[in-house]
């Protein structure tokens, strides 16, 4: 009885312990992160797994956690099956070129909405962003139908052309930059004979390096990975990314996993790679906006 | 900024500025305004793109979309008026857009709360004082830059109801297997589930928001007495709910437009889609049939419209009842 009494008492004196309660909601973060962290990665390993095994080890029972053998051969078997280098090639293409796109209009935007003080500026500028609210489908098909009037429907241009005329989502982004450069630095310049092209060029670009790059990245991925535009305006087989690409083999070869799973791999693995190099610029951005690449 | 610059609104302009303007008849006192009109033209010029980009990939299409939705057009003959026929087949007649309907809210009223409740508390654990915050931050966030299709159907093999991974874990703890998106039931479940796979971005976010929690806030809520749940719901909470709110908006958004994980995972090669009894068939996919595999442009403009509305209401709606997030005054 008083044994029992003293380990709870002992038990109470334990927890209210304000280092031991410290010790055991650590210990309770480390476990669960840790757990978590193990399923949000196990997918990858499952993915590098299936893609490595024959076609018995795909279907078999209980799973093979670890292949028998390294069939490396799925990866050009994977290749062969789809134009994968032309895919690959041509979303490269598409992506480098929504780059360019984006960053040049987007900074020349983003300037006139945060270092220029005109009449009106922040007005327009919460219509320009309210802008964002409008769900892609409602503008879809219309500029269908003037791309197909235009004869761009097959080619690139519908994917890359309006990026040249900014997104406000970006826009929002580099303004938000912009704001934190003094303003006597441009007026200085500014009193010195600059033009607001040259304050633009000489003193706002490079101190906005980092979020160009940001902004960079995130077109490149958002592009990599786009699959809607794609699949409505490249009708040639010889132009789809590599998204379109997965998906055909998809449906085409739906049942050849490692082949899939191979493929797969190759697809994730340049973002990877990108990010891997980029961590902080990631870090950062993300920060920043919240969105994904 | 290079130091000996005094800032502009201490010093009077140079000599020179005030001569030019002078030449002209402008009072020194006057010279703001005749400022302000140079500078409205060189705002305008700097958003000059996205003027243009507003009016012809904004304004034009969504104008034109209004139009078609009380058309019937097929592209190739030119849009004939029809009312308002097709938004009465829409509501009255078809099943298959209220189903589109059903699932699409799932996602939203079901889906994004989970996720969002995950993140944030992942988000809780991550911000303890936790060693090798860098590495699991990586891992979480490592999945929101795959490629969205080879995500789909990685995940499609990991669903696969005989051979996936789900299935051979739940067998090996001794569970009964279910279907995953072959099942009806367990379908949109199982996209939550692989939404919260990639959408680890979000918990990376709401760290970084937890990190600008005021630590003498907490402290002082911890000297009054408050525990860990209180000060997090009285404290973290408030504190973070304008980003809460602006994740809520985005991703409601995006909700609305779940297109590309379920098509990749249902569309066959006859371009049919949608999965078991359509379960997965979410508002944009039967927008993008209706356009681009029926070719009933009107019909999908309709469709389109009545997304637009539904979003709209919903984002007021969160606006409206946006009374819990507190805004700091700084």
Known sequence: MTGAQSITTRQRGWLSSRRNQERLKLGFAYFICTAIGLIYIFPFYWMLATSLKSDQEVFQWPPAWIPAVLHWENYPAALNYIPFWLYMKNTFIIATLSVIGTVISCTLIAYGFSRIRWPGRDIVFIAYLSTLMLPFQVTMIPLYIVFRNLGWVGTYLPLVVPTFFGSPFYVFLLRQFYMTIPNELSDAARIDGCGELSIFWRIMIPLTKPALFTVALFTFLAQYSAFLPPLIYLTDQKQWTISLGLQMFKNMYGLQWQKMMAASTLTMLPPLVLFFFTQRTFMEGITLTGIKG | ?330
């Open chain 2, 1 to 330: 900024m290079p130091p000996g610059i005094p800032p502009f609104h201490t010093s009077p302009p140079r000599m020179e500025v005030m001569d030019i303007m002078s030449l002209f008849g402008v009072q020194a006192k006057r010279a703001s305004r005749g400022w302000k009109w140079k500078e409205l033209a060189l705002g305008i010029a700097f958003i000059s793109p996205a003027i243009i980009g507003f009016l012809a990939f904004t304004i034009y299409p969504v104008i034109m979309s209004f139009y078609y939705s009380f058309t019937d057009y097929n592209i190739l003959q030119s849009p004939l008026w029809i009312g308002l026929e097709n938004y009465q087949d829409l509501i009255k007649d078809d099943a298959v857009f209220r189903k589109a309907i059903y699932n699409t809210l799932y996602m939203v009223l079901i889906g994004l709360p989970i996720h969002l409740t995950f993140d944030f508390l992942m988000a809780l654990l991550l911000n303890t004082r936790i060693r090798g915050r860098s590495l699991y931050r990586t891992i979480f966030y490592m999945p929101s830059i795959t490629p969205i299709v080879a995500t789909a159907i990685l995940w499609l093999w990991i669903y696969n109801p005989q051979y996936g991974l789900a299935n051979s874990v739940l067998k090996a703890l001794g569970l009964p297997t279910i279907g995953w998106i072959a099942d009806p039931f367990w379908s949109k479940p199982s996209l939550i589930f692989m939404g919260m796979w990639y959408g680890g971005n979000t918990i990376l976010i709401y760290l970084a928001s937890l990190q600008d929690v005021p630590n003498e806030l907490l402290e002082a809520a911890e000297l009054d007495g408050a525990n860990a749940i209180q000060r997090t719901w009285h404290v973290t909470l408030p504190m973070m709910s304008p980003v809460i709110f602006y994740t809520m908006i985005m991703y409601m958004i995006s909700y609305f437009q779940y297109f590309t994980e379920a098509w990749v995972m249902t569309a066959q090669r006859s371009g049919a889609a949608g999965g078991p009894l359509n379960s997965l068939m979410f508002y944009t996919m039967y927008l993008y049939q209706n356009a681009f595999q029926f070719f009933k442009m009107g019909y999908a403009s309709a469709m389109a419209w009545i997304l637009f509305l539904i979003v709209l209401a919903a984002t007021v709606l969160l606006f409206k009842t946006s009374g819990w997030v507190y805004y700091r005054s700084e």
